[in-house]
Antibody
Framework: EVQLVESGGGLVQPGRSLRLSCAAS????????LHWVRQAPGKGLEWVSG????????VYADSVKGRFTISRDNAKNSLYLQMNSLRPEDTALYYC??????????????WGQGTLVTVSS | AIRMTQSPSSFSASTGDRVTITCRAS??????LAWYQQKPGKAPKLLIY???TLQTGVPSRFSGSGSGTDFSLTISSLQSEDFATYYC??????????FGGGTKVEIK
């Protein structure tokens, strides 16, 4: 059974940093691209970032480019999102999502339950 | 960025109704379109990919159609468990991947 379990969310002040993690199981981790998708309270889905199976391609939404860094550790079956210079508008539930193949340009067949990030003073 | 526009943003329907949600892309995305269902407090669930291919385990009352810029999701006979919010997503390009704004289906 595929499982994606996010962690690392919490309350953080504007301008500070936070690192999210996603622990994966139930599939061959290093065969697939992985993504972060967020959802602000009461709002729709917003894709944040994606990384290819081999770490070769990393892509970002314009809203986070230069502030967020996606990475993965295939030996640990884990995905990460380093979030720096956080803003109140980054407040959202952050989902880890699995792509259908190795390149980032795909859809998402499995999602975690999300980790909540609140940016507020 | 490719903009995805869904309509309507919300509507009310009754169980047994046939309902259709539309999604329009700001440029051609061929058939690189997926549909998701999200219930309150839950993660999104993949329903359809490649515009019309049903994900394994999804009931056959769901169907998708379209190509290029215009797409639709149809539920042939709405069931109580189908009241949810639906999102389309293009994956023609990952620079960036984009979702529609969502369509909330409520009980009449």
């Amino acid at each position: 059974e595929v499982q994606l379990v996010e962690s690392g969310g919490g309350l953080v002040q504007p301008g500070r940093s936070l690192r999210l993690s996603c622990a994966a199981s139930g599939f061959t981790f290093d065969d697939y691209a992985l993504h972060w998708v967020r959802q602000a309270p009461g709002k729709g889905l917003e894709w944040v970032s994606g990384i290819s199976w081999n770490d070769d391609t990393k892509v970002y939404a314009d809203s986070v480019k230069g502030r967020f860094t996606i990475s993965r550790d295939n030996a640990k079956n884990s995905l990460y999102l380093q979030m720096n210079s956080l803003r109140p508008e980054d407040t959202a539930l952050y989902y880890c999502a699995k792509g259908l193949y190795g390149s980032p340009n795909n859809y998402f067949d499995y999602w975690g339950q999300g980790t909540l990030v609140t940016v507020s003073s | 960025a490719i903009r995805m526009t869904q309509s309507p943003s919300s509507f009310s329907a009754s169980t047994g109704d046939r309902v259709t949600i539309t999604c329009r892309a700001s440029q051609s995305i061929n058939s690189y379109l997926a549909w998701y269902q999200q219930k309150p407090g839950k993660a999104p669930k993949l329903l359809i990919y490649a515009a019309s291919t049903l994900q394994t385990g999804v009931p056959s009352r769901f169907s998708g159609s379209g190509s290029g810029t215009d797409f639709s999701l149809t539920i042939s006979s709405l069931q109580s468990e189908d009241f949810a919010t639906y999102y389309c997503q293009q994956y023609y390009t990952y620079s960036p991947l984009t979702f529609g704004g969502g369509t909330k289906v409520e009980i009449k």
